[in-house]
T-cell receptor, first 117, second 109 residues
């Protein structure tokens, strides 16, 4: 199956600092990537759709100025959590479809556990 | 109404038994349906996909889809302790994949 690489796996930061998470598609080009967030014992919630070469599309209730998404190449999307606060502590997961068929399966990165102190 | 609903569980089954998981969805235009398995602290792993009404079997797993009833299920036969995890139902509409809250399954040895 397709491989999506995500780094770092976990990060601990102080309140008020910014954290960058990288997501790479290793064996396919991904013009679109998806960023999810998961709080403990809850499901994955789509935060935003990252589009190569254009602005990301954010889901309702997600602050675009707080969660900056950059998709500068066909294989790399980054999510920057700006001025992180303890309530931003969560599991962040990126994902991508290797193709455009409606039968395509979504492949996930390994996730990033963010803990804000 | 949530887009995708699952029984939250937890579901506890003895080793060797059948675990039955259910999922309903609200959007009749949904096109593709998936079951993911997620271990604590890990990202989801795809275990089954189903696109048309009926049953689809893959090893010990069987997915069932009934679009008229907007219902998807997953059966795990001969459950093993290693099957203990949270199972997420996901429904695709266009490019967007919506997830249920997950059902936690515990297989007792």
């Amino acid at each position: 199956g397709a491989v999506v690489s995500q780094h770092p796996s976990w990060v601990i930061c102080k309140s008020g600092t910014s954290v960058k998470i990288e997501c790479r598609s290793l064996d396919f080009q991904a013009t679109t990537m998806f960023w999810y967030r998961q709080f403990p014992k809850q499901s994955l919630m789509l935060m935003a759709t990252s589009n190569e070469g254009s602005k990301a599309t954010y889901e309702q209730g997600v602050e675009k100025d707080k969660f900056l998404i950059n998709h500068a190449s066909l294989t790399l999307s980054t999510l920057t959590v700006t001025s992180a606060h303890p309530e931003d502590s969560s599991f962040y997961i990126c994902s991508a479809y290797p193709g455009w068929s409606t039968d395509e399966k979504l492949f996930f990165g390994s996730g990033t556990q963010l803990s804000v102190l | 109404q949530k887009e995708v609903e699952q029984n939250s569980g937890p579901l506890s089954v003895p080793e060797g038994a059948i675990a039955s998981l259910n999922c309903t969805y609200s959007d009749r235009g949904s096109q593709s349906f998936f079951w993911y398995r997620q271990y604590s602290g890990k990202s989801p792993e795809l275990i089954m996909s189903i696109y048309s009404n009926g049953d689809k079997e893959d090893g010990r797993f069987t997915a069932q889809l009934n679009k008229a009833s907007q219902y998807v299920s997953l059966l795990i036969r001969d459950s093993q302790p290693s099957d203990s995890a949270t199972y997420l139902c996901a429904v695709r509409n266009d490019y967007k994949l919506s997830f249920g809250a997950g059902t936690t399954v515990t297989v007792r040895a």
